[in-house]
């Protein structure tokens, strides 16, 4: 009887999760499964000896390939074993019955809920449930990979798998077991093997690569956000990122350059390493009908201009890249955190704020309802979506560089020519009375007091500081730092526009520093935000110590006068710094 009844109970779930047309099954299985029905039906299979039970699990193996109960069959390296004769045990086997005819009576309202559209969602920047489908994978996996009978006859167990890759790799054979359908509404939507689901704290991502935290402290700076609350959403949205390569990092971050991994819309139109939404599900409608949504959300187009707005290289926002997604990102939370411009510093409360407003939902876990955004987190991360990115922030201390005063230069001169140089160009320019003041008119070709500068201009630095004076009259303090960057630097310094842009439109191979994490070194350019269009840009020469430099600058208490001075990093005026990778 106990045979009799489990077969029938194992035909009813194969038929059940391969064949209903609502979940999108091929045709081609439902033909081989509808005839396996006919053929083999629970009366006729009872009819047979232990042999024939055998041939019948053989057969359905045959046909569909079931990883975690057939035996030896190979599936991204797992291994089923063959079966052994395990004492039948009347309870077990109804306990299981029963924990097989729930997960029927669950896939069936799933198919149902698929077809009417009424997938449980949030209505955040990445739209997300998918937690029926982690029930599901872990109440298979508790039947078929234990040594529990079902009906008194043997199954395969799974083999123990090494190390911590068992729970991960059994979960995605797990996952073969669903329809297609359900596969498609979790795809690129859940945990991937590199993320440790909840711990206790925030914990810096072992495979965090020096670009990457490099770009996301930079973007995270331009909108003054804590870059440990930006580096946690990525942790979340796009963890695949940190697996890529320095190369890659810098590749994916170039304008149209897309990370290929969730690049494609998924059911709830979230696509790109931050999963923003964009109005189109993974087939290219505006419905999301899969999702349980009339109509897609559009995150997307709220946020996609951050990185114009900020960068100015001829790019066009694109979910994809890396940086257009990472600046989209920033602007949200920091929107979304009630915070002020000045306030880079969060409490809980901003980073909850911010936190719920992208995702849609920090339901305590404890009551999160099977089905919703916020159950899905707690499976997944081990605490709601806020806690883990509040944790994160909290167990992630800023990386503190300690003022240093590199010794010599990269060439072209040295940090320690930077007072005569000063001094002499003060002596040797001089405009309206003015010492120091570079004109149009004293760098004009037959009368170039820059040609009298001792120790001498390299051809690069003086043709900037020319340029500069000539086009805007008096030596802007832009001019003089680019010239500047040739003559210590021995650098073609490009981007930025005015002073205060350079904060946002970053050179190439340089990062913005934001006041408060860490200190400015030599070479390092200080920028000023003078409540203007404009700005204030000065070169690093000196550091004093963790509260002062010294910089040497044009243009900033009278026009076009070079000359040097002590900055006090406490002036409230001092933004930050940008600084050479």
Not at 89 to 111: A, M, V, Y
Not at 129 to 139: K, W
Not at 254 to 264: F, G, L, Y
Not at 315 to 320: L, T
Request: overall charge negative; charged content about 15%.
């Amino acid at each position: 009887m106990f045979r009799k009844l489990a077969l029938g109970i194992l035909t009813l779930i194969v038929v059940s999760i391969v064949i209903p047309s609502t979940l999108l099954a091929q045709k081609s299985a439902s033909d081989i499964l509808e005839k396996t029905k006919d053929d083999l039906t629970p009366e006729s299979v009872a009819q047979q000896n232990e042999q024939d039970t055998n041939s019948f699990i053989k057969l359905i193996c045959d046909t569909i390939t079931i990883p975690l109960i057939c035996p030896a069959v190979p599936v991204h390296n797992i291994y089923a074993p063959e079966s052994q004769t395990i004492k039948e045990n009347e309870q077990n086997t109804q306990d299981q019955i029963d924990e097989l005819k729930r997960i029927d009576e669950e896939l069936t309202r799933l198919s149902d809920e698929l077809e009417s559209g009424d997938i449980a969602g949030t209505s955040s920047a990445q739209v997300l449930s998918g937690s029926t489908s982690v029930s599901l994978i872990d109440r298979i996996k508790n039947i078929f990979g234990t040594r529990k009978p079902i009906a008194g006859h043997t199954l395969p167990q799974a083999r123990q798998l090494q190390s911590n890759t068992n729970e991960t790799k059994v979960q995605e054979v797990a996952t073969n077991l669903l329809p297609e359908a359900l596969q498609q509404k979790t795809s690129g939507l859940t945990s991937t093997p590199g993320l440790t689901p909840g711990p206790t704290g925030g914990v810096t991502n072992p495979n965090v690569t020096g670009s990457l935290r490099e770009l996301i402290m930079q973007v995270a700076s331009v909108f003054g956000v804590p870059w440990q609350v930006l580096e946690a959403t990525l942790h979340i949205e796009g963890e695949h990122v940190f697996g890529l390569s320095s190369d890659e990092i810098i590749q994916y971050q170039e304008p149209n350059a897309q990370v290929p991994t969730n690049c494609n819309p998924n059911v709830c139109s979230a696509a790109g390493p931050m999963q923003f939404t964009t109005g189109y599900d993974n087939l290219g409608t505006p419905r999301c009908t899969a999702c349980g949504l009339a109509t897609c959300p559009n995150a997307w187009s709220s946020y996609q201009n951050a990185v114009t707005e900020k960068v100015n290289d001829g790019r066009m926002p694109n979910v994809c890249n890396l940086k257009d997604s990472l600046y989209a990102a920033a602007k949200k939370l920091k929107n979304d955190s009630g915070t002020g411009t000045s306030e880079t510093t969060w409490n809980k409360t901003a980073v909850t704020k911010a936190a719920q407003a992208y995702y849609g939902s920090c339901t305590p876990c404890n009551v999160a309802k099977s089905g919703t955004g916020a159950y899905y987190a707690c499976q997944r991360l081990g605490k709601t979506y806020c806690d883990y990115v509040w944790d994160y922030y909290q167990g992630t201390p800023d990386e503190v560089v300690e003022p240093t005063i590199p010794a010599g230069s990269t060439g072209g001169g040295s940090i320690a020519q930077a007072y005569p140089l000063v001094t002499s160009i003060r002596s040797v320019c001089k405009y309206g009375g003015t010492p120091g003041r570079v004109h149009r008119l004293n760098v004009q070709a037959n009368n170039n007091c820059l040609n009298s500068v001792i120790p001498q201009l390299t051809s690069n630095a003086k043709n900037d500081l020319v340029y500069s004076a000539n086009e805007y009259i008096n030596l802007q303090c832009v001019g003089l730092v680019v010239g500047m960057k040739w003559q210590f630097d021995n650098h073609d310094l490009t981007g930025g526009g005015h002073a205060i842009d350079y904060a946002s439109n970053v050179p190439p191979e340089y990062r913005f520093v934001r006041k408060g994490n860490g200190f400015p070194r030599v070479h390092d350019l200080l920028i000023w935000d003078m409540g203007n269009e404009y700005g204030h840009i000065a070169y690093v020469i000196e550091v004093n110590d963790a509260s002062s430099v010294e910089v040497m600058e044009a243009n900033w208490d009278s026009a076009g006068v070079v000359n040097s001075r002590v900055v006090y990093l406490s002036d409230p005026k001092v933004y930050g710094w940008i600084t050479r990778l």
